[in-house]
């Protein structure tokens, strides 16, 4: 079965390839994404990991390097809070957040290549971005 547990493998696997150290609070925060049903916010998921095991900043600062890395969605909602998603597949894709509950979709493609090529056109290299869809969900409504 497609398990938890190869989820978590092939995180750990993502977290060598990008020369990230393998540290307690990072084990611990992968299997708690991993296990996660829904995007979690970096407050949640210190929360779930027991209050007093790691500090906020730790999670922090483990979730940014995990951003960087790939491994780990960060979803920005327009409360200004992120949430968090493991991003096993290092797949690219976008979300639906619902304004109101917070539940989170995934939309699973994208049609920004086009934009993205027009900036290259104009001479930027490295493009990048960053598209979330916000609305309110069928049960909120
Ligand atoms: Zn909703
Ligand atoms: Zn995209």
């Known amino acids: 079965m497609p398990s938890s547990d190869h989820k978590f493998e ?13 540290t307690e609070p990072r084990k611990a925060l992968l299997q708690l994404l991993v296990e996660a049903p829904k995007p979690l916010s970096a407050e949640e998921l210190h929360t779930t990991l027991g209050p007093g095991k790691f500090d906020l900043v730790t999670v ?13 969605n960060r979803i920005p909602t327009e409360s200004g809070k992120s949430l968090y998603e493991l991003n096993a597949e290092r797949h ?30 104009l001479g930027y290299s490295d493009v990048t ?6 609305g309110v969900c069928e049960s909120c409504q």
């Not at 922090?60 to 780990?72: D, Q, S």
């Open 10 to 22: 092939s995180a750990i696997t993502n977290l060598k390839k990008e020369r990230l150290r393998i």
């Open 60 to 72: 922090y600062r483990n979730l940014e390097a995990f951003e960087n890395a790939g491994i780990v």
């Open 92 to 121: 690219h894709y976008h979300h639906i957040i619902c304004r109101k509950c917070h539940r989170t979709e995934k939309l699973d493609t994208c049609e920004v290549a086009k934009l993205e090529k027009l900036a290259s056109e």
């Open 129 to 134: 971005h960053v598209l979330e869809l916000y």
